[in-house]
């Protein structure tokens, strides 16, 4: 079956540390993305990926990196200088930069800071 | 902020019911999408309706969409309890990404 695989799905965090959140899929979709939701609210775009080997800051890049060097995998690094990392982060990916048919949504990573 | 709005926060339905939220947004658009999200999982794409549509059915799914008021609708007939979810509307203008509203929670009692 076709998807969008996240691990780990629970994640702890140190204060200080870096962390990496996987995306992978198997859709041979071009465009991903990674979006963070706190509890009641919306998702908030952090990073995107139209093609290999390029991405673009969201609306809250600051603290996060990302890098695409396969089609297939959209990485996610959540640093130090994340103040505020405690969150659900949903990784999805699209057809096409004009996501005419929708995203395709990962299960998501729960990422608490300890 | 482009950001959707939606409306109702919280809804709480009879099974067998009809759920109507809205979405209102504050610029022009290209699409618009709904999505449910069941608790603790990822965000599943219901139904897009682009803007030069007003209207757009699946199953028991209905969209509709004002641009001239700039909202949209998500009307569910015959409630389930597995309907149960939170409902998000995204809404584009350069199509490049698509912002999410903060949601409507839908509890169906069975």
């Known amino acids: 079956d076709g998807g969008i695989t996240q691990s780990p799905k629970y994640l702890f965090r140190k204060e200080g540390q870096n962390v990496t959140l996987s995306c992978e899929q198997n859709?041979?979709?071009?465009?991903m993305y990674w979006y963070r939701q706190d509890p009641g609210q919306g998702l908030r775009l952090i990073y995107y990926s139209q093609i290999v080997n390029d991405f673009q800051k969201g609306d809250i890049a600051e603290g996060y990196s990302v890098s695409r060097e396969k089609k297939e995998s959209f990485p996610l690094t959540v640093t130090s200088a994340q103040k505020n990392p405690t969150a659900f982060y949903l990784c999805?990916?699209?057809?096409?930069?004009?996501?005419?048919?929708?995203?395709?949504f990962g299960s998501g990573t729960r990422l608490t800071v300890v | 902020s482009q950001q959707g709005e939606e409306d109702p926060q919280a809804l709480s339905i009879q099974e067998g019911e009809n759920a109507t939220m809205n979405c209102s947004y504050k610029?022009?658009?290209?699409?618009l999408q709904w999505y449910r999200q069941n608790s603790g999982r990822g965000l599943v794409h219901l139904i897009l309706i682009r803007s030069n549509e007003r209207e757009k059915h699946s199953g028991r799914l209905r969209v509709t969409l004002d641009t001239s008021k700039k909202s949209s609708s998500l009307l569910i007939t015959a409630s389930r309890a597995a309907d149960t979810a939170s409902y998000f509307c995204a809404t584009d203008a350069t199509g490049n990404q698509f912002y999410f509203g903060t949601g409507t929670s839908l509890t169906v009692i069975p």
């Open positions: 859709l041979n979709h071009d465009a």
């Open positions: 999805a990916s699209s057809t096409s930069s004009d996501s005419l048919y929708g995203y395709t």
């Open positions: 610029t022009s658009i290209n699409n």
